[in-house]
């Protein structure tokens, strides 16, 4: 292996200053309630608000702010999102187990999760995919009541018009104007306002991850999400001009973006620079996508295929790429990863906004043991057995027999008495 292009800086760190504030900024919430995210709105969105709550007029009013094409489109998403959802669904089963023990019956319920807080990331454009990713697999998995999040859009005095859409005809239950720390801590511990979830989902900037880390235990999160990354696995078969693009396409997410490049032809790679330097000038985002590649950009040359699949199975990577002669043996052989794109034509793009996968992935190699978000995310496997009289008397020797090399007699004499009366 030789690295042609190393990254020169980390893209996530915790520091103290970053762990204080977001605890203060908890704490405040927990005391202030409503009246801390109305202060918290004036003095980081710059916006005058009575309420977080979005009301169904605005909600309403929003479809009359976007074009027909955009409703047409995060329509077809949807339906994309949920017909795949419904899939993973029919996948999992509740179990009922006649053990050959007689008296025992083992089993599992599934058990949607019944409050989830979704979180919705905005920054310099507008997210409406991230609002169907969570929302409607939530709804899907059997969850009672869904509430949406995201912060208010500059120019708009609340959230953007196409969020709110896409909020809606994911069917969302509640939404409210409100990001960062203060939105996790309220989803996590209510408000006169906000109502108290069991669960918190979506990707955000540092302070809502550092938030989900705080609040976790009180509540769930799917995870602690870092700066989204791509890794693309390429031989001699690869096209340069889509290598490049599709790097571009990930460093263009954010300054922090991790593009990163596992290649074994020496040419491909020179011809795939020269492209995404083309490219890049094409681009209303080169700043930040240069900036994310100069920055974070790497680029691996192996000798084979196999070394190829063990660097990309150690990295763990968010997305994965997979542009090759035998795209469907070397795709059976990676196994970390969030999402893979199988093909030369299988860019990021169309998991991130259309094709029916998830988008909210598993970051900083966290792929090693995690997944995306999913039904199964909502849904809680609960384990229950129904045990007899006789069922009591096959398990008690065994029972009580543990029970005594622990050292916990009462629940050694929780089977003795039963077995005794």
């Given at each position: 292996m030789k690295i042609i292009k190393q990254a020169q800086k980390k893209t996530y760190e915790r520091s103290p200053e970053l762990t204080e504030t977001v605890a203060g900024i908890i704490s405040d919430l927990k005391n202030g309630g409503d009246q801390v995210l109305v202060d918290l709105a004036r003095k980081f969105d710059k916006i005058e608000i009575d309420s977080v709550r979005v009301s169904p007029e605005v909600i309403q009013r929003a479809?009359?702010?976007?074009?027909?094409?955009?409703?047409?489109?995060?329509?077809?998403?949807?339906?994309?999102?949920?017909?795949?959802?419904?899939?993973?669904?029919?996948?999992?089963?509740?179990?009922?187990?006649?053990?050959?023990?007689?008296?025992?019956?083992?089993?599992h319920r599934l058990v949607p999760i019944e409050k989830v807080g979704c979180y919705i990331p905005s920054g310099r454009h507008p997210l409406p995919s991230s609002a169907l990713m969570s929302i409607i697999v939530a709804r899907t998995a059997g969850v009672e009541y869904v509430a949406a999040c995201s912060p208010p859009f500059k120019g708009y005095e609340t959230i953007h018009p196409a969020v709110l859409v896409a909020m809606d005809i994911a069917g969302a239950h509640e939404v409210y104007c409100m990001g960062g720390a203060q939105a996790i801590g309220a989803f996590a511990y209510g408000t006169q306002t906000v109502k108290k979830v069991d669960m918190i989902v979506g990707p955000g900037n540092q302070f809502v991850t550092e938030a989900k880390r705080q609040v976790l235990g009180d509540v769930g999160i799917d995870s602690l999400a870092g700066p989204s990354e791509v890794l693309i696995v390429a031989d001699e078969t690869a096209n340069p001009t889509f290598i490049a693009i599709d790097l571009l396409a990930q460093a263009e997410h954010d300054p922090n973006a991790k593009p990163i490049l596992v290649c074994t032809d020496e040419a491909v790679i020179k011809a795939s620079m020269q492209e995404l330097e083309r490219l890049l000038e094409t681009l209303p985002t080169r700043e930040t996508a240069r900036t994310a590649w100069e920055d974070n950009g790497v680029i691996y040359l192996v000798e084979s295929l196999d070394e190829a699949i063990d660097i990309s199975n150690e990295i763990a990577p968010e997305h994965l790429e997979v542009q090759v002669a035998e795209e469907r043996e070397i795709a059976s052989r990676l196994t970390n990863y969030g999402s893979m794109f199988v093909g030369h034509y299988a860019p990021v793009a169309f998991g991130d906004f259309v094709s029916g996968t998830n988008h909210i992935l598993p970051t900083m190699s966290t792929a090693r043991f995690a997944n995306g978000v999913w039904v199964g995310t909502f849904i809680k496997t609960s384990f229950y057995q129904f045990v007899s009289e006789e069922g009591c008397h096959n398990l008690s020797e065994a029972c009580m027999h543990f029970a005594e090399v622990e050292g916990l007699y009462a629940h050694r004499d929780s089977v003795r008495l039963r077995v005794e009366k």
């Amino acid at each position: 292996m030789k690295i042609i292009k190393q990254a020169q800086k980390k893209t996530y760190e915790r520091s103290p200053e970053l762990t204080e504030t977001v605890a203060g900024i908890i704490s405040d919430l927990k005391n202030g309630g409503d009246q801390v995210l109305v202060d918290l709105a004036r003095k980081f969105d710059k916006i005058e608000i009575d309420s977080v709550r979005v009301s169904p007029e605005v909600i309403q009013r929003a479809y009359q702010e976007v074009s027909e094409e955009t409703v047409k489109h995060i329509r077809f998403a949807a339906r994309q999102i949920e017909t795949f959802a419904k899939a993973q669904l029919d996948s999992i089963r509740p179990v009922n187990v006649k053990s050959d023990i007689p008296g025992l019956e083992l089993g599992h319920r599934l058990v949607p999760i019944e409050k989830v807080g979704c979180y919705i990331p905005s920054g310099r454009h507008p997210l409406p995919s991230s609002a169907l990713m969570s929302i409607i697999v939530a709804r899907t998995a059997g969850v009672e009541y869904v509430a949406a999040c995201s912060p208010p859009f500059k120019g708009y005095e609340t959230i953007h018009p196409a969020v709110l859409v896409a909020m809606d005809i994911a069917g969302a239950h509640e939404v409210y104007c409100m990001g960062g720390a203060q939105a996790i801590g309220a989803f996590a511990y209510g408000t006169q306002t906000v109502k108290k979830v069991d669960m918190i989902v979506g990707p955000g900037n540092q302070f809502v991850t550092e938030a989900k880390r705080q609040v976790l235990g009180d509540v769930g999160i799917d995870s602690l999400a870092g700066p989204s990354e791509v890794l693309i696995v390429a031989d001699e078969t690869a096209n340069p001009t889509f290598i490049a693009i599709d790097l571009l396409a990930q460093a263009e997410h954010d300054p922090n973006a991790k593009p990163i490049l596992v290649c074994t032809d020496e040419a491909v790679i020179k011809a795939s620079m020269q492209e995404l330097e083309r490219l890049l000038e094409t681009l209303p985002t080169r700043e930040t996508a240069r900036t994310a590649w100069e920055d974070n950009g790497v680029i691996y040359l192996v000798e084979s295929l196999d070394e190829a699949i063990d660097i990309s199975n150690e990295i763990a990577p968010e997305h994965l790429e997979v542009q090759v002669a035998e795209e469907r043996e070397i795709a059976s052989r990676l196994t970390n990863y969030g999402s893979m794109f199988v093909g030369h034509y299988a860019p990021v793009a169309f998991g991130d906004f259309v094709s029916g996968t998830n988008h909210i992935l598993p970051t900083m190699s966290t792929a090693r043991f995690a997944n995306g978000v999913w039904v199964g995310t909502f849904i809680k496997t609960s384990f229950y057995q129904f045990v007899s009289e006789e069922g009591c008397h096959n398990l008690s020797e065994a029972c009580m027999h543990f029970a005594e090399v622990e050292g916990l007699y009462a629940h050694r004499d929780s089977v003795r008495l039963r077995v005794e009366k």
